[in-house]
């Protein structure tokens, strides 16, 4: 009788990204190495519901886990893990990949299970926004204004993602904002608030080019209110990895960062909108994940 190998579970989000995730349990099971591993594939079924999936399965002594879908269903199985022995595992099907992409993890699906076969494994750091986990970016300002604007729309996607930054750019008005970080406070208006973990928002729009998930810092960018025409600067920058420090933008490393707004509004964590209070606390937890790595 042929002996199983280790059950690794994969936890499919549905909803991720555009394409249908029929055809997905037959590219992990073709590619998976069924000599070192037995894979487990269930589909979540709403917001929240993977993280019950990889709690419940983790305390059944599964220790490898691992989310097929964007940065909202990474943030969701990453969650349950965090500070465990268990091991996390990312297949990138999302609208962004954040994660995926700063890894350097294949977005071909039968690439990305590969990896998982090689069984190379990295601590990394997360962080937490009022003591809720993420993993790549949070924040305040413009981003987490148009992460709620596209968490409205039936379709996702990057070109339907872009349809509604590009509707709400001219509309959105810069708030207040007090920032303190070690020892040090200051009040300024701000376009967008971004607390990076990871490198990029996604799609390789790349918000803190220097990022490090396992330096125990978080990186801070902040984007001041800028003149129109310069959009294009801005997204070059973006894209092309070379944002720096200048007249608009400045950028740091902190482990702890409060951010205090003039009320209640929205935040992101890993592209996810939330409605939070005025007072948001960010830190970083070191080392409290592993993760499967190229």
């Given at each position: 009788?042929?002996?199983?190998?280790?059950?690794?579970?994969?936890?499919?989000?549905?909803?991720?990204?555009?394409?249908?995730?029929?055809?997905?349990?037959?590219?992990?099971?073709?590619?998976?190495?069924?000599?070192?591993?037995?894979?487990?594939?269930?589909?979540?079924?709403?917001?929240?519901?993977?993280?019950?999936?990889?709690?419940?399965?983790?305390?059944?002594?599964?220790?490898?886990?691992?989310?097929?879908?964007?940065?909202?269903?990474?943030?969701?199985?990453?969650?349950?893990?965090?500070?465990?022995?268990?091991?996390?595992?990312?297949?990138?099907?999302?609208?962004?990949?954040?994660?995926?992409?700063?890894?350097?993890?294949?977005?071909?699906?039968?690439?990305?299970?590969?990896?998982?076969?090689?069984?190379?494994?990295a601590m990394m750091d997360y962080g937490t926004i009022n003591q809720?986990?993420?993993?790549?970016?949070?924040?305040?300002?413009?981003?987490?204004?148009?992460?709620?604007?596209?968490?409205?729309?039936?379709?996702?996607?990057?070109?339907?993602?872009?349809?509604?930054?590009?509707?709400?750019?001219?509309?959105?008005?810069?708030?207040?904002?007090?920032?303190?970080?070690?020892?040090?406070?200051?009040?300024?208006?701000?376009?967008?608030?971004?607390?990076?973990?990871?490198?990029?928002?996604?799609?390789?729009?790349?918000?803190?080019?220097?990022?490090?998930?396992?330096?125990?810092?978080?990186?801070v960018t902040i984007l001041s209110p800028f003149p129109k025409y310069?959009?294009?600067?801005?997204?070059?920058?973006?894209?092309?990895?070379?944002?720096?420090?200048?007249?608009?933008?400045?950028?740091?490393?902190?482990?702890?960062?409060?951010?205090?707004?003039?009320?209640?509004?929205?935040?992101?964590?890993?592209?996810?909108?939330?409605?939070?209070?005025?007072?948001?606390?960010?830190?970083?937890?070191?080392?409290?994940?592993?993760?499967?790595?190229?």
């Amino acid at each position: 009788m042929t002996q199983k190998g280790e059950t690794i579970l994969f936890i499919i989000n549905p909803a991720a990204g555009e394409n249908s995730k029929g055809k997905i349990p037959s590219i992990i099971k073709k590619n998976i190495d069924t000599g070192r591993f037995d894979p487990a594939i269930v589909y979540s079924q709403g917001p929240g519901d993977a993280t019950r999936i990889a709690a419940e399965n983790l305390a059944k002594g599964i220790h490898k886990i691992v989310a097929v879908g964007g940065d909202g269903t990474v943030n969701e199985v990453a969650k349950a893990l965090i500070n465990t022995q268990a091991t996390f595992g990312i297949i990138p099907l999302g609208s962004g990949n954040g994660l995926g992409r700063h890894l350097r993890l294949p977005l071909n699906t039968g690439r990305a299970v590969r990896v998982i076969n090689r069984d190379r494994v990295a601590m990394m750091d997360y962080g937490t926004i009022n003591q809720i986990p993420f993993f790549c970016t949070a924040g305040v300002g413009f981003d987490a204004y148009i992460g709620h604007m596209y968490s409205l729309l039936t379709k996702r996607g990057f070109t339907n993602y872009a349809k509604v930054t590009l509707k709400e750019f001219f509309r959105y008005r810069p708030e207040i904002y007090t920032v303190r970080s070690n020892g040090h406070s200051l009040t300024k208006e701000a376009f967008l608030i971004t607390v990076a973990n990871a490198s990029q928002f996604g799609n390789n729009a790349y918000i803190a080019p220097n990022a490090d998930v396992s330096d125990g810092l978080l990186d801070v960018t902040i984007l001041s209110p800028f003149p129109k025409y310069l959009s294009p600067w801005f997204g070059i920058k973006l894209f092309s990895r070379k944002l720096t420090n200048s007249r608009y933008i400045e950028m740091f490393r902190v482990k702890d960062f409060t951010i205090i707004r003039q009320e209640p509004g929205f935040v992101h964590y890993d592209g996810e909108p939330a409605l939070m209070e005025e007072h948001l606390n960010f830190s970083v937890k070191p080392m409290g994940l592993n993760v499967f790595i190229p």
